[in-house]
C-alpha cells in the first residue's frame, strides 16, 4: 500500500470510529441510570395504568435528548479531557472521530429526541427536554464548568429533568409529584459528584476544572454535602406522605438514606480521603438505583394479584 493510500485509510478510519465509539459519546452509563428516573416518574404518576406506547416514546425521546447533551458535553471538553487520566481515552480527546461529524451525530440526536417528545409525548415534555438540555449545554458546559464552584449545583437542574420528563408524560402537568422528584435529582447530585471529584481532585486541578474541591478544598467539600445528603430524607417522606409510593418506599428510602448521611457525617474525621470518597460514591449509586426500583415496585395502586 502506498503512502497516501495509508493516509487516506487512516483518515477514514479518524473520521468513522467503531460503533462503540459513537456509543461513548453519549455516555451510556449516565443514560442508563436516567432512563430508569425517567421510567420511575412516569410509573409514579401513572399508578400501574401505563400507556406502554406513550412509555416507549417517552423514554426515547429522553435518551435522545440526553444522548444529544452528552455529545456536546464531549465535543466541548474535548482538550480538557486529554489532561485526566480517567477522560483522556475518549473518542474526540484521542482523535479517533471527527468533530464535524460528531457535532453532525449531536444534531441529530437532539433534533430527533426533541421531534419526539413535542410530537409523541406531549408540549410540556418537549420544553422540559429543551430546558434540561439548555442547562447542561449552555449553563453547565460552556459557562460554569470552568467559571465556577457552582456548576455542579446549577447543573443539577438538567440531571433532575428525566424523572419529572416521565412525571409530566402521563399527567400533562407539573404537579406536587414532579416536584417531588425534581427534588430527589435536584438534591442527590451534588453529593453524588462531589465524592468523585474528592477521589481525583489532583487530576481535576491539573485540568483547570474549579471544582468545590479545587477551590476551597475537600474540607469543605465534606461540609457542603451534608445538606443535600440530609434533605433527601424529607423528601422521601413527602413522596409516601403526599400518597404517591407505599410503606416499602418509606422504609427502604428512610434507611437507605440513613446509611448515606451517616457515612457522609463521617467525612470530616474521615483521614483517608480516597477511600472515603469511593465509599460514599457506591453508596450514592446504590442509594438512588434502591430509591427508583421501590419507589416502581411500591408505587400506590398497584393491583391486587
Known amino acids: 500500500m502506498s503512502r497516501s493510500s495509508a493516509n487516506t485509510a487512516v483518515s477514514v478510519s479518524r473520521d ?21 428516573a425517567a421510567f420511575g ?69 437532539g433534533i430527533g429526541g426533541e421531534a419526539v417528545l413535542f410530537w409523541k409525548v406531549n408540549a410540556l415534555c418537549g420544553w422540559l427536554g429543551l430546558l434540561g438540555m439548555f442547562v447542561y449545554i449552555v449553563i453547565y458546559t460552556m459557562w460554569l464548568k470552568r467559571t465556577s464552584t457552582w456548576s455542579t449545583s446549577v447543573g443539577g437542574v438538567s440531571g433532575a429533568m428525566p424523572p419529572v420528563i416521565g412525571y409530566c408524560a402521563f399527567t400533562h ?19 453524588h459528584f462531589w465524592s468523585l471529584a474528592i477521589r481525583r481532585v ?25 445538606p443535600y445528603v440530609v434533605l433527601l430524607l424529607p423528601t422521601t417522606v413527602l413522596i409516601y406522605a403526599y400518597g404517591y409510593a407505599g410503606v416499602m418506599f418509606l422504609t427502604v428510602s428512610l434507611l437507605a438514606g440513613l446509611v448515606w448521611v451517616w457515612h457522609t457525617l463521617t467525612g470530616p474525621a474521615a483521614s483517608d480521603n480516597g477511600k472515603w470518597a469511593k465509599t460514599n460514591f457506591l453508596i450514592s449509586v446504590n442509594y438512588l438505583t434502591a430509591v427508583f426500583i421501590i419507589m416502581i415496585l411500591d408505587t400506590t395502586g398497584r393491583p391486587i394479584l
Open 16 to 36: 468513522r470510529g467503531s460503533l462503540s465509539d459513537w456509543i461513548q459519546l453519549t455516555k451510556p452509563r449516565i443514560l442508563q441510570l436516567n432512563l430508569v
Open 41 to 109: 416518574g412516569y410509573w409514579l404518576a401513572s399508578r400501574w395504568m401505563a400507556d406502554w406506547g406513550l412509555l416507549c416514546w417517552m423514554l426515547l425521546g429522553t435518551t435522545l435528548t440526553m444522548a444529544s447533551s452528552c455529545v456536546i458535553n464531549n465535543i466541548w471538553d474535548r482538550e480538557l479531557d486529554r489532561k485526566m487520566s480517567r477522560t483522556k481515552d475518549r473518542p474526540l480527546a484521542t482523535g479517533r472521530l471527527n468533530i464535524r461529524g460528531v457535532l453532525v451525530y449531536a444534531l441529530a440526536l
Open 173 to 191: 402537568e407539573a404537579d406536587a409529584g414532579a416536584l417531588l422528584l425534581f427534588a430527589l435529582l435536584f438534591l442527590w447530585q451534588p453529593a
Open 202 to 226: 489532583d487530576e481535576y486541578r491539573a485540568a483547570g476544572f474549579p471544582l468545590l474541591p479545587v477551590r476551597k478544598g475537600v474540607p469543605r467539600t465534606k461540609l457542603q454535602m451534608i
